[in-house]
């Protein structure tokens, strides 16, 4: 188990680490000068080539061809001799196209450049996406993310602690050692009950052996012995379940106080709003989750101490009852007071 609690303390620092050091979500700085509006519906600048303007109604010139390719063609103005799909001055003799020429508009879809395809947005369980709701908690995550791990690691252990008692359970032994008790052979029932991991054949051999000092003293002791460690560690799950909806309602408050101190400034109220409620929102469901988390294990085991404890009191009475009855009978054997011997002497 000590094991167990320092592989979950390392995974607690590794995770602390990571937190730490994963870089925010990256954004587009907006261009210098230019507030994000304007850069969000400033359309892209073409280059226009010195002493030319665009034609009305026709798109702006466009880039400069690659070295060692033709440039692109101009579309000149209505009226001028060369214009694409206008008819020439009076008089003006035009050329056709050379074989092979580009059009100005296939030109312009080749020289601009690919459209940026739409960044695919991470998962549900997507380790960016629980970075980022983790960020937007607030500071009080952190003490959640503690609490968290602590619970995990604590019904982790418990869960391996009572499998193995469930593997270590005995019960044909102890039907053994109560038929060689009721037999009057406790030295039998003391060598079948020793070395045993089963807590009741445990609590029977530590009896055994100190029956002649203070049997019901040392089953208590025995008995306490295995009811605390059975026990050890629920004191932790019940704190963390007091605990988490705690840490959850001091972030929903902390959030909101956040979200009000940013109503007086017009420009940022609706985004800063919308930023507080969604770390109060968060911080709540992060704590109640560990709360419900933690809450069904921590019932679960401490039913199965109560069952341990019933058992344990229920062997420990019929092992007193058994010797009691022995004891009695050798004493009445010694006296001579048996009943048959009462019997022959009042004949």
């Known amino acids: 188990m000590k094991t167990l609690l320092a592989t979950c303390l390392c995974s607690l620092a590794l995770a602390l680490i990571s937190l730490a050091q994963s870089p925010p979500p990256a954004q587009a700085p907006p261009a210098a000068g230019t507030s994000p509006a304007a850069a969000a519906q400033q359309a892209p600048a ?31 103005a209505p009226g001028q001799p ?27 879809a080749a020289s601009a450049p690919p459209a940026a395809s739409p960044a695919a947005e991470p998962g549900l369980l997507g380790s960016n996406w629980l970075i980022d709701k983790f960020r937007k908690g607030g500071p009080v995550m952190w003490p959640i993310l503690i ?10 252990e418990r869960i391996f602690w009572w499998g193995g008692r469930w593997f270590r359970r005995d019960p044909k032994r102890i039907e053994k050692v109560f038929t060689a008790i009721e037999n009057g052979d406790t030295a039998e029932a003391s060598r079948l009950a020793r070395g045993s ?27 306490g012995i295995e009811i605390k460690r059975a026990g050890r560690f629920l004191v932790v799950m ?13 972030g929903t408050i902390t959030g909101l106080i956040r979200s009000f101190s940013f109503l007086g400034n017009e420009e940022l109220a609706v985004q800063a709003v919308t930023g507080g409620i969604a ?69």
């Open 279 to 347: 770390e109060a929102l968060i911080a709540t469901a992060c704590g109640l989750g560990i709360a419900i988390f933690a809450l069904i294990p921590f019932n679960f085991f401490t039913s199965r101490v109560s069952n341990l404890e019933f058992e344990l009191q229920t062997a420990a009475t019929n092992l007193e009852v058994m010797l009691g009855a022995q004891t009695a009978q050798r004493e009445m054997e010694i006296a001579g007071t048996a009943p048959t011997t009462g019997k022959g002497s009042s004949i």
């Open 238 to 250: 019940d704190t963390l379940v007091t605990l988490a909806p705690l840490l959850g309602l001091l």
């Open 197 to 223: 991991r089963d807590p009741v054949l445990r609590m029977i051999w530590n009896g055994l052996n100190h029956q002649h000092a203070s049997l019901q003293g040392a089953l208590q002791v025995a008995a």
């Open 46 to 76: 073409t280059n226009v080539p010195p002493g030319q303007a665009a034609a009305p109604g026709q798109p702006a010139a466009q880039q400069p061809a690659a070295p060692g390719q033709p440039a692109a063609q101009q579309p000149a």
């Open 147 to 156: 609490v968290s791990i602590i619970a995990l690691t604590v019904v982790i």
């Open 82 to 108: 060369g214009a694409v799909g206008q008819p020439g001055a009076p008089g003006a003799v035009t050329s056709p196209a050379p074989a092979g020429a580009e059009s100005p508009a296939a030109t312009a």
